[in-house]
């Protein structure tokens, strides 16, 4: 189980350079992405094709990563990386706790900019 996701506003700013206005632009893209980048993941699963997985991991990665959710990124990455060598053992228990991962993040931003 990975670690209840808490934002850190400040790390965030620091490697946005401490511009706010970036920050708020990047929390508004992740929110209204949030259901699409999700789909795309499901769809991904389903599909079967692991190039098409690996991209979605691949993206949701550098998303949560934005937001210092180092562990939610690192699930994305464990998928994107066996995704990539075509060995997606229990990718659908990954699919699953990565899907949680980012309502989770985007629950906690909602709340943060009281969205």
Same mark, same amino acid.
């Given at each position: 189980?990975?670690?209840?996701?808490?934002? @850190?506003?400040?790390?965030?700013?620091?490697?946005?350079?401490? #511009?706010?206005?970036?920050?708020?632009?990047?929390?508004?893209?992740?929110?209204? #992405?949030? &259901?699409?980048?999700?789909?795309?993941?499901?769809?991904?699963?389903?599909?079967?094709?692991?190039? +098409?997985?690996?991209?979605? &991991?691949?993206?949701?990665?550098?998303?949560? &990563?934005?937001?210092?959710? #180092?562990?939610?990124?690192?699930?994305?990455?464990?998928?994107? +990386?066996?995704?990539?060598?075509?060995?997606?053992? #229990?990718?659908?228990? +990954?699919?699953?706790?990565?899907?949680?991962?980012? @309502?989770?993040?985007?629950?906690?931003?909602?709340?943060?900019?009281?969205?």
């Amino acid at each position: 189980m990975l670690t209840p996701f808490i934002i @850190d506003k400040a790390a965030i700013l620091e490697r946005l350079g401490g #511009d706010e206005e970036i920050y708020a632009m990047m929390l508004e893209m992740f929110l209204n #992405d949030v &259901a699409g980048n999700s789909a795309a993941l499901r769809t991904a699963a389903a599909s079967g094709q692991a190039a +098409q997985l690996q991209r979605e &991991a691949h993206t949701l990665k550098g998303l949560l &990563a934005t937001f210092s959710d #180092d562990a939610g990124s690192a699930l994305a990455y464990t998928l994107e +990386q066996q995704a990539r060598r075509g060995e997606v053992v #229990d990718g659908e228990a +990954q699919v699953t706790a990565l899907l949680a991962r980012i @309502d989770e993040v985007a629950a906690v931003l909602r709340q943060a900019s009281g969205r």
